[in-house]
């Protein structure tokens, strides 16, 4: 049986992965009182296989009950009753932008703007994030991608199970993505950005990419990453971690980033794994 507990940020994308994950044959209930957990838990897995697969989201809105969140926690874990935690996470901008669209209140909105009402709301949910079994920053992900990553975490249909490997290129200037397990800086390398044909390209087109990869310092690199990569994933999986977020970084983001994220991602998905490659900051003004 899969019991996911489904919590994370405002904003973050929660209404969607419910909406997913109902689609792929789970029990979903929306806003439960954490303090119903236990009880819920009990009558599925003792329900002789009629609830299967189950997704609850607790989030904020529960106001003061969602207090209880965490000693439900501890009581589901005291009692044996599996579970997993989605933490569903966005950076602050990201979520004012969507706010702003939706025209929606924050849940914490009394008298506060609303940067102030999601900083008490990430000073509310950060303990949640340390222990969540999965974790997925939608801030850059679109709603394919987000749909993509749930399935493949949660979907018993998938016929290659194991890790899963998101692959993202960023800019250093732009900031370093939060959810990283690994970074790799591709600043040492000649920029094309001071090509003046190849500025305005991105890591994605041949011209920019056979640039990059012109030079032996690019190939010794490639060589020495993929041979890390290759080494580190199958320790990885065998420690349990079912996902892993490898960040490479250049100064923009736009050109030596995207190359060696998007070869990357191909040299891993020719090994058979199931991979997802984002290129966070390609499309940024320099």
């Known amino acids: ?49 009629k609830f299967d697969k189950v997704a609850i989201v607790c989030d904020i809105r529960g106001g003061e009950m969602f207090e209880h969140l965490a000693e439900s926690l501890s009581e589901l874990k005291h009692k044996g009753y599996n579970y997993e935690l989605l933490f569903l996470d ?5 979520l004012i932008k969507r706010y702003k669209e939706s025209r929606r209140k924050h849940p ?15 000073a509310k949910m950060n303990a ?18 987000f749909q993509d990553k749930l399935a493949s975490l949660f979907s018993d249909s998938l016929e290659n199970k194991g890790i899963i490997i998101n692959v993202i290129s960023f800019g250093f200037k732009h900031g370093i993505p939060m959810d990283s397990d690994l970074i790799f800086d591709v ?13 305005q390209k991105s890591g994605l087109e041949r011209e920019v990419s056979e640039y ?15 041979d890390m990569i290759d080494f580190l994933i199958p320790h990885y999986i065998e420690e349990g971690k079912s996902q892993i977020v490898i960040a490479i970084g250049c100064t923009g983001g736009k050109h030596r980033s995207v190359t060696f994220a998007h070869r990357l991602g191909e040299h891993l998905k020719d090994s058979n794994y199931r991979v997802f490659t984002t290129h966070r900051d390609y499309d940024k003004s320099s």
Not at 90 to 94: I, L, N, Q, S
Not at 213 to 221: I, P
Request: aromatic letters at 14%.
């Open 212 to 226: 990059v990869m012109s030079f032996s310092q690019s190939q010794d690199f490639q060589n020495k990453l993929f």
């Open 187 to 199: 600043r040492f390398l000649p920029n094309p950005f001071y090509i003046p044909e190849l500025k």
């Open 1 to 49: 049986m899969r019991f996911i507990i489904v919590t994370g940020m405002s904003g973050a994308g929660k209404s969607e992965a419910v909406n997913l994950l109902e689609d792929i044959g789970y029990y979903c209930i929306d806003n439960m009182p954490p303090a119903f957990l236990l009880n819920f838990a009990e009558l599925c897995y003792n329900s002789f296989g």
């Open 90 to 94: 966005a950076k602050d901008e990201t």
């Open 128 to 145: 949640f994030k340390d222990i969540a079994t999965h974790i997925i920053d939608t801030s850059f992900t679109s709603r394919k991608e």
């Open 108 to 122: 914490l909105s009394e008298d506060d703007r609303l940067p102030e009402s999601i900083a008490k709301e990430r």
